[in-house]
């Protein structure tokens, strides 16, 4: 059963479409294999070239990250990307090129580093990285989506992009 994306998850497939240029976003995957429990919440698909997936999990909590302690928080982001990445590979495969974001606005120091040493793991058993989209890397990427939205007037079809648009040109 689809759900609607939640607002964190559609700023990040609006990136992904209109900044990253992907071709198709999804969000909410889940795995249709029984006792296969997992969910991938953005996957954005580039098709020029060699054709790229980007496969995103986001956590858009204001107060922190709030899984618990720094280092269950770094367990539980390591086990969504461990199974993010057997799907990946299993719906596209290993010929097709990946890349794995987190992205999260406020994340506490702790967290963060528990979280690059996560993507340090990743990235040595997984041969693909895992970019941590955190913190001022967050801000940066919304403040990019929000420029785009301040130079066009045209509908994207992305709700949050809209949504940007619209805040952006506001007359007082």
Known sequence: MATQPR????????????????EVVAYG????LEGEQ???????IQPSGDREVVTCEVATHLRGLGYGTAEEN???VARKFERAQ?????VFGSAETHRFQFWSPNVPPASEAALREVATEFGARADAELELVV?????????E???AAASTYAQRNELAFRFLQILEHVRA
Do not use: F, T, W
């Open 38 to 44: 997992m969910e991938v919440d953005v996957i954005g």
């Open 7 to 22: 607002a964190g998850e559609m700023l990040v497939g609006a990136y992904l479409k209109l900044i990253e240029e992907c």
């Open 135 to 143: 913190n001022d890397g967050y801000a940066d990427r919304i403040d």
């Open 86 to 90: 057997r799907y990946v590979d299993r």
């Open 74 to 76: 770094g367990e539980r």
């Open 29 to 32: 995957q889940h795995s249709p």
């Open 145 to 147: 989506l929000r420029a």
